[in-house]
């Protein structure tokens, strides 16, 4: 897909990987309708953007199926056309057991991470199957590839919006000129991977020789939802992960309790 001219969404565009893919699509040459809760954070990525009339910032909780519904409309009011969705927006898991997690955290990881990109594909869809071509691009996780400790209601999120991805490409295969891309990223330093080192005990130093830089996940990001590929895996660990786990899922469930779990289950055991 040509870029210049073409207006993208951009959920959780406020921070992190969106705020980075939103800026990289404008300076492509694209139109960017930003959408994140935190309206200061979307003000903050305007001032990023070189050519204002290229980026208009909208508040919306991804959560609220009623305000994502008539969300198309806003965006098609200020630009006139929808011809691709960036499903970026997630919130993270605090590190606890599932039986640490409470019921309305529970329902807000779901709500968020899996529902919110699952009603803005159905709401966006419509409009964009009027397109000579559109994209779809959700954001899994390395998380949905192995039981991370600390994180299982995070990464069930995840896996359920990965295979929720995979099926709506299947759905429209053959069958439009809209194609889905399900991105699998790995450990990318944003704040919430900060603030998770953080809560884990681990030095920042250490956790951020492991990370992605969001800037080079974004670009990767963008170039395989331009080509049209149906599954990306971004970062070293999560290529390890991803070919340890086709070997052994043993071996990969093993190397996850090894990196994260003995800390974690440690600190839970005050050992």
């Not at 991803?242 to 309790?257: I, K, T």
Request: proline fraction near 3%; charged fraction near 20%; glycine fraction near 10%.
């Amino acid at each position: 897909m040509q870029v210049a001219g073409k207006v993208f969404v951009v959920t959780g565009a406020g921070n992190g990987i969106g705020r980075c893919v939103a800026t990289e699509l404008v300076r492509r040459g694209a139109v960017v309708a930003g959408a994140d809760l935190d309206e200061q954070a979307l003000a903050a990525t305007a001032e990023l953007v070189g050519d204002r009339t290229r980026f208009s910032a909208h508040r919306l909780d991804i959560g609220d199926r009623e305000a994502v519904r008539a969300f198309p409309e806003t965006v098609l009011a200020a630009h006139g056309q929808i011809d691709g969705l960036f499903n970026i927006a997630g919130i993270a898991q605090q590190f606890q057991t599932v039986a640490e997690v409470d019921d309305d955290r529970i329902d807000t990881l779901m709500r968020v991470n899996f529902f919110g990109a699952v009603w803005m594909c159905r709401a966006f869809l419509p409009h964009l199957l009027r397109r000579p071509e559109a994209v779809v691009m959700n954001t899994s996780s390395m998380s949905a590839l192995v039981p991370v400790p600390g994180s299982t209601l995070y990464g069930a999120s995840k896996a359920a919006l990965a295979l929720f991805g995979y099926g709506l490409s299947q759905d429209l295969r053959g069958r439009s000129n809209v194609t889905v891309t399900t991105v699998v990223p790995g450990t990318v330093w944003t704040d919430l991977v900060r603030a998770s080192a953080a809560q884990l005990g681990a030095p920042e130093a250490v956790a951020r020789v492991f990370a992605a830089a969001p800037v080079r996940v974004a670009r990767r990001m963008v170039d395989a939802t331009l080509k049209g590929r149906g599954r990306v895996v971004i970062g070293k660990d999560a290529h390890v992960y991803n070919v340890v786990r086709r070997v052994s899922f043993r071996a990969a469930d093993r190397l996850a309790y090894l990196q994260v779990g003995k800390i974690f289950y440690a600190r839970r055991s005050g050992s």
